[in-house]
């Protein structure tokens, strides 16, 4: 079965450059989550879209930005990182179809120089 | 503000045990609890999820149960096996396609 996909998996960026990370949703998924895991931490709750409209806030700082856009793949738009941005981020699709069961992307795992 | 609790933070038990997991949370109208697997450096697996109308919920040697009014929910794990060794998560999930809140995790090892 399909699988939430991201890329890059891996990604080295210096302090205040800019990074992208794509996720590719589950066909047929309508609803994107982004959540950030820092190291040893439990994964913090970003962004989410539904229907290519900004669903829920949660600790995204104002230097990222997300979309979702027509084929429901999103981007994560990071500028000006700092070393704190090194973690691992994943993406998560579900399915308004009552259960919402989120699945899970492998992560992009994102280290700042 | 929802939060979600697991105790204990690791654990390490011989091959062969049956093991519970336990997760608390504050706010008992929740939609969802799902648990999830991660071994290190890797993504998050989804193991069961169980709705807030349902009291369980079993996929082979793993059962996980939900008490809303207890604010609890318990993941068991039949006999033990090396190949468990790994963090596990619960998450809670509000209504409404929201997002996940999540625990600490507990850290197991399983000793073959």
């Known amino acids: 079965a399909a699988g939430v996909i991201q890329s890059p998996r891996h990604l080295i960026k210096e302090k205040r450059e800019t990074a992208t990370l794509k996720c590719y949703p589950i066909?047929?998924?309508?609803?994107v989550y982004w959540y950030q895991q820092g190291p040893g931490q439990d994964p913090q709750f970003l962004i989410s879209?539904?229907?290519?409209?900004?669903?829920d806030k949660g600790s995204i700082p104002d230097r990222f930005s997300a979309q979702q856009f027509s084929d429901y793949h999103s981007e994560l738009n990071m500028s000006s990182l700092e070393l704190g941005d090194s973690a691992l981020y994943f993406c998560?699709?579900?399915?308004?179809?009552?259960?919402?069961?989120?699945?899970f992307g492998p992560g992009t795992r994102l280290l700042v120089l | 503000k929802q939060e979600v609790t697991q105790i204990p933070a690791a654990l390490s038990v011989p091959e062969g045990e049956n093991l519970v997991l336990n997760c608390s949370f504050t706010?008992?109208?929740?939609?969802?609890l799902q648990w999830f697997r991660q071994d290190p450096g890797k993504g998050l697996t989804s193991l069961l999820l169980?709705?807030?109308?349902?009291r369980e919920q079993t996929s082979g040697r793993l059962n996980a149960s939900l008490d809303k009014s207890s604010g609890r929910s318990t993941l068991y794990i039949a006999a033990s096996q090396p190949g468990d060794s790994a963090t596990y998560l619960c998450?809670?999930?509000?209504?409404?396609?929201?997002?996940?809140?999540f625990g600490s995790g507990t850290r197991l090892q399983v000793q073959p």
């Open positions: 706010d008992s109208a929740i939609y969802n």
């Open positions: 169980i709705q807030s109308s349902q």
């Open positions: 066909p047929r998924h309508d609803t």
């Open positions: 879209f539904y229907e290519k409209m900004q669903s």
């Open positions: 998560a699709s579900s399915l308004d179809d009552g259960q919402e069961t989120q699945y």
């Open positions: 998450a809670e999930g509000g209504t409404g396609r929201r997002a996940l809140t």
